[in-house]
């Protein structure tokens, strides 16, 4: 009789498309190594006006009330541990029944969650599958927050040692251990390829100027707000521009509508949604985009000239700060600075020495590294490499 393979359960909420992002890439580390996976959309097993909460609202509070929201987030960096864990406590009821019933269901032997509603209620629920089942948290930012330390969670995985030695200097009573191993990327962003190879797949002419803007899989950030800037210029060269619109159908026609108005000066690409991500990364000269974590993590595994253009406030404007101490990105806030921040990446050296300092930061094996410790703690190191 064969033998069930191990099982991971994997958890995020589509908030953006980040959290899912780095749960597929656990999840590709995973089926390497012999593993069947299961994933979990925290926003699918909570009641409609919770999910308008978290997804819409919570769009337009930033909007509107930018300032709130980035003092609250920062609230839950700063707080006390044990203050962090009373209201970790609360917060893990949010969906708690639902997740908890499809835990019990697939009954993993681990648990990785990229976010942290799935986190608190998945390590409240571990008391109903197996005492012994790994519970790991994955921060997909470059900072860690106290209210992600839950009792049932076995070990965190941070971004970076940097911003894990800051946080434990601030926060000595935390005891679950943090490993450094970085946020996860798919394996497609870590396949080497030239840039002329990548051009040359998108139909790209090898010799154009090519800026690439991104918002992530749902199109968010200032996408068209930036390719009117950009094309409003004359950079001395035409340039040719790729917009990502990701699944936003509406701004995809808004772009589609500003090619036909520059087309005498400058090319610009629509793009829906699209899997070609890494390989529009690897053919820029230039990238432009919000500061998600897991984007930041995806261009720095590639090794792209980064902007990162109006960043949200709270994970983001820290994602930024972070990179700037390292000067892995140049941060535009207005139009003005975004041409500026342009045309020196695209036309000047300190393109490549943005693109290498970024580069030093990424951690391309993390989703390999985290997928080995699994392996290792819950008793399955023979699985590794099963189906590579």
Request: include cysteine.
């Amino acid at each position: 009789m064969t033998e069930s393979p191990p099982k991971v359960l994997l958890a995020y909420a589509s908030v953006g498309s980040g959290h899912e992002q780095a749960a597929r890439a656990l999840g590709e580390a995973f089926t390497k190594r012999g593993w069947s996976t299961a994933y979990i959309d925290f926003l699918d097993e909570v009641p409609a006006p919770m999910r308008f909460v978290m997804r819409d609202a919570y769009l337009q509070l930033i909007k509107v009330l930018p300032l709130a929201y980035d003092l609250a987030f920062k609230r839950t960096v700063s707080a006390d541990v044990r203050e962090a864990e009373r209201t970790s406590l609360i917060l893990s009821t949010m969906g708690y029944q639902k997740l908890r019933d499809v835990a019990v269901h697939e009954s993993p032997d681990a648990i990785i969650s990229t976010n942290l509603f799935p986190t608190l209620a998945l390590a409240r629920a571990k008391r109903h599958i197996h005492r012994e089942t790994l519970m790991v948290n994955c921060f997909t930012d470059y900072i860690l927050q106290t209210l992600y330390f839950s009792k049932g969670v076995d070990w965190h995985v941070s971004a970076n040692e940097e911003v894990t030695s800051e946080f434990l200097v601030a926060h000595r009573r935390v005891r679950q251990p943090i490993r450094p191993f970085g946020i996860p990327v798919r394996s497609a962003f870590t396949c080497h390829r030239t840039r002329a190879e990548a051009r040359g797949i998108l139909n790209v002419p090898r010799q154009a100027h090519l800026a690439v803007i991104m918002g992530g899989g749902l199109g968010l950030g200032h996408i068209l707000e930036a390719c009117d800037a950009i094309t409003s210029k004359d950079f001395g060269d035409p340039l040719t521009v790729a917009a990502l619109c990701g699944s936003n159908t509406t701004l995809r026609g808004q772009v589609q509508d500003l090619a036909v108005a520059r087309s005498s000066r400058h090319t610009i690409i629509p793009v829906g949604w699209t899997d070609q991500a890494p390989v529009w990364m690897q053919a820029a000269d230039v990238l432009v985009s919000k500061a998600g974590g897991v984007t930041i993590a995806e261009a720095a595994a590639v090794g792209v000239p980064l902007v990162t253009y109006q960043p949200l406030p709270g994970q983001e404007s820290v994602n930024v700060q972070f990179l700037m101490r390292h000067e892995a990105t140049c941060s535009a806030e207005t139009t003005d600075q975004l041409l500026s921040a342009v045309e020196e990446l695209m036309f000047t050296a300190r393109g490549p020495r943005i693109a290498e300092n970024l580069r030093n930061l990424g951690k391309p094996t993390a989703a390999d590294d985290v997928a080995d410790c699994v392996c290792r703690e819950s008793g399955y190191p023979g699985t590794k490499g099963a189906a590579s």
